[in-house]
């Protein structure tokens, strides 16, 4: 099976802008969380989404959203970037319980 | 206090000494992940623990429930295994969310 996919792998973006992520998870799984790493706070979650559905969502601004696809194809949106927000982001699927999660190689973002 | 924290911050190793990273939290938790990043970025799920201990090759990893404790040990260490390792946990109030430690750069020389 082919692994978690995310696109685009570098995004330069400037503050104000927006940005849309996107993760395809492995086939047959229907939950893809979200995660934000940087240096300062390491690795913290931002929400998951389980059959089209938000199940649970970290403690982040209303500027991170996201939303699933019936294919389980899941994108994150940030809205008007700030300088904090540059971040390798990572998703992970999973089938659905609470088991192993498969991480995607990340979206490097740098805002300027 | 973070709700996960790991020991030690860094670790320095020579090929073939045995390893031990360790992982301490302060809630109830349904289960506890380790995990492990290569520089690049990418993260592979090494355990999902919810009690007991589990053996994968030359990696170990216990969980102790009561002491909200959890360690992962390599045996014969390798320079491949230079890489960050990182603790998480999915608490019984939080689904599925996971809350993690700040990880642990082991550097193993040749």
């Known amino acids: 099976k082919a692994g978690v996919t995310q696109t685009p792998r570098y995004l330069i973006k400037t503050r104000g802008q927006q940005v849309t992520l996107s993760c395809s998870p492995i086939?047959?799984?229907?939950?893809v969380s979200w995660y934000q790493q940087t240096p300062g706070q390491g690795l913290q979650f931002l929400f998951e989404?389980?059959?089209?559905?938000?199940?649970n969502k970290g403690n982040f601004p209303g500027r991170f959203s996201g939303r699933q696809f019936s294919n389980s194809r899941s994108e994150m949106n940030v809205s008007t970037l700030e300088l904090g927000d540059s971040a390798l982001y990572l998703c992970?699927?999973?089938?659905?319980?609470?088991?192993?999660?498969?991480f995607g190689p990340g979206t490097r973002l740098l805002v300027l | 206090k973070n709700e996960v924290e790991q020991s030690p911050q860094n670790l320095t190793a020579q090929e073939g000494e045995f390893i031990t990273i360790n992982c301490s939290y302060s809630?109830?938790?349904?289960?506890l992940h380790w995990l492990q990043q290569h520089p690049g970025g990418g993260i592979v799920s090494l355990f999902m623990?919810?009690?007991g201990k589990k053996k994968h090759g030359r990696l170990i990893a216990t969980i102790n429930i009561q002491e909200k404790h959890s360690s992962l040990h390599i045996t014969a260490s390798h320079p491949r295994d230079s890489a960050v390792y990182i603790c998480?946990?999915?608490?019984?109030?939080?689904?599925?969310?996971?809350?993690f430690g700040e990880g642990t750069q082991l550097t193993v020389n040749p």
């Open positions: 992970a699927s999973s089938v659905g319980g609470p088991e192993t999660q498969y």
């Open positions: 086939s047959g799984h229907r939950s």
């Open positions: 989404y389980f059959s089209e559905t938000q199940r």
């Open positions: 809630v109830g938790i349904s289960a």
């Open positions: 623990l919810s009690s």
């Open positions: 998480a946990v999915r608490s019984e109030t939080s689904g599925s969310r996971l809350t």
